[in-house]
């Protein structure tokens, strides 16, 4: 595919705007949409404008910096590459594509289960920091097989997604027919065809690609594997699944999906070492809390004790500052990365990372600070509920 001319891009909802014209709806609404009515995913946005900054000035910002550590690793900002199931949809290779970009801007990425490129095509590129996303399947064998894989890959943690073993509902996934298998509907084939630089690169032989790390049984195509993830996965995860997933990996292990300081403080307690503050970005339940909204409570109970990732809504690298100034020690992104990646491929994705790396910087120096670290420790006192 041939990237979109993106020198006139200023902010992440541009490159969203041209990743919406360049990909067909059925895989740029499974990106874009949320649960039921969407509240929780514009809130996970629009609650971090309940902050505001109370910057100091006539300080020398001149030699500011935004390197810091994740989970032990130095990374060259406080950012990760979120788990997306389907990447590898928006281009070519896609989860490999946006490893390279990580890499290239010295930041780790973590892959999802339910990617298109395997997780050892995903591991050869991402060497500035590879982590394998879990979502636990029925069958033991084949979750110990994920662990495995991710040890011989050099995983440098298992992210276990506690939230997602019911499947959402997700209406824009149902109207465009993703959650079927068997032929896609008539409305979703002529949006396809509408696409044909995308078609020719992603279906070249009229079938949809596989989900990379699933074994053949699971389903002939993604489509297949997409409406069967009921059968694959388990639908009911307790803290015994978590005990096992620590018995079985000897690496770091990320909560993902704390919304609760009881929550947390148990992940804590059951050895994780540290917990994604996240509503999976308003993909899976309605009507609940932003992940901003909750991230204060949960640092003030657990911050001294594990490192606190936010996850969720970061669109602006002010929305970085106001998450690491409220307690965070570093953010996940998703949907900001995934529209670079649709509209252009790698250079989308660093163009992604480097936008909201320039806006945290002018930021940064904006409050009078020159480092992550002093963010964090000043960011009591330089952030307020509006």
């Known amino acids: 595919m041939r990237p979109a001319n993106i020198s006139r891009v200023a902010n992440i909802e541009d490159l969203r705007q041209i990743a919406r014209r360049r990909v067909p709806k059925i895989f740029f609404d499974y990106v874009d949409g949320g649960s039921?009515?969407?509240?929780?995913?514009?809130?996970?946005?629009?609650?971090?404008?309940?902050?505001?900054?109370?910057?100091?000035?006539?300080?020398?910002?001149?030699?500011?910096?935004?390197?810091?550590?994740?989970?032990?690793?130095?990374?060259?900002?406080?950012?990760?590459?979120?788990?997306?199931?389907?990447?590898?949809?928006?281009?070519?290779?896609?989860?490999?594509?946006?490893?390279?970009?990580?890499?290239?801007?010295?930041?780790?990425?973590?892959?999802?289960?339910?990617?298109?490129?395997?997780?050892?095509?995903?591991?050869?590129?991402?060497?500035?920091?590879?982590?394998?996303?879990?979502?636990?399947?029925?069958?033991?064998?084949?979750?110990?097989?994920?662990?495995?894989?991710?040890?011989?890959?050099?995983?440098?943690?298992?992210?276990?997604?506690?939230?997602?073993?019911?499947?959402?509902?997700?209406?824009?996934?149902?109207?465009?027919?993703?959650?079927?298998?068997?032929?896609?509907?008539?409305?979703?084939?002529?949006?396809?065809?509408?696409?044909?630089?995308?078609?020719?690169?992603?279906?070249?032989?009229?079938?949809?690609?596989?989900?990379?790390?699933?074994?053949?049984?699971?389903?002939r195509d993604l489509l297949e594997q997409t409406a069967n993830m009921g059968n694959i996965n388990e639908l009911v995860i307790t803290w015994d699944h978590l005990r096992w997933i620590r018995q079985n990996w000897d690496g770091k292990l990320v909560f993902k999906g704390a919304m609760t300081v009881e929550d947390a403080r148990q992940a804590v307690d059951e050895g994780c070492d540290a917990v994604v503050v996240t509503n999976h970005g308003g993909r899976q339940m309605d009507g609940i809390l932003s992940s901003v909204a909750v991230l204060p409570r949960i640092a003030a109970a657990v911050g001294g004790r594990t490192e606190i990732i936010l996850d969720s809504g970061i669109r602006r690298g002010t929305q970085i500052a106001k998450a690491l100034a409220l307690g965070a020690d570093s953010v996940m992104i998703g949907r900001a990365y995934l529209y670079g990646l649709a509209a252009a491929g790698e250079a989308g994705v660093a163009l992604a990372i480097r936008l909201l790396a320039d806006e945290l910087s002018i930021t940064l120096g904006s409050l009078g600070l020159n480092s992550i670290a002093e963010l964090r420790a000043k960011g009591p006192g330089i952030i307020e509920r509006i």
């Open 36 to 219: 039921y009515s969407e509240a929780t995913m514009r809130a996970n946005v629009d609650d971090f404008d309940k902050w505001g900054f109370a910057p100091r000035f006539l300080v020398d910002v001149s030699k500011r910096t935004l390197d810091t550590t994740i989970l032990g690793q130095k990374s060259a900002l406080p950012i990760m590459i979120a788990p997306n199931g389907l990447t590898g949809m928006l281009w070519p290779k896609g989860e490999a594509v946006a490893a390279r970009a990580a890499h290239a801007a010295g930041i780790p990425l973590t892959l999802s289960t339910v990617s298109i490129c395997t997780m050892e095509e995903v591991a050869a590129e991402a060497k500035s920091g590879f982590h394998f996303q879990l979502y636990l399947p029925k069958d033991k064998g084949l979750a110990k097989s994920f662990l495995d894989r991710a040890k011989a890959c050099g995983a440098g943690a298992i992210h276990f997604t506690v939230d997602a073993n019911l499947p959402a509902l997700r209406e824009k996934d149902l109207y465009n027919g993703l959650r079927f298998a068997g032929t896609p509907a008539l409305r979703t084939m002529l949006d396809i065809l509408a696409h044909p630089q995308w078609a020719l690169a992603h279906v070249p032989t009229g079938r949809m690609p596989r989900f990379g790390n699933l074994p053949p049984e699971t389903g």
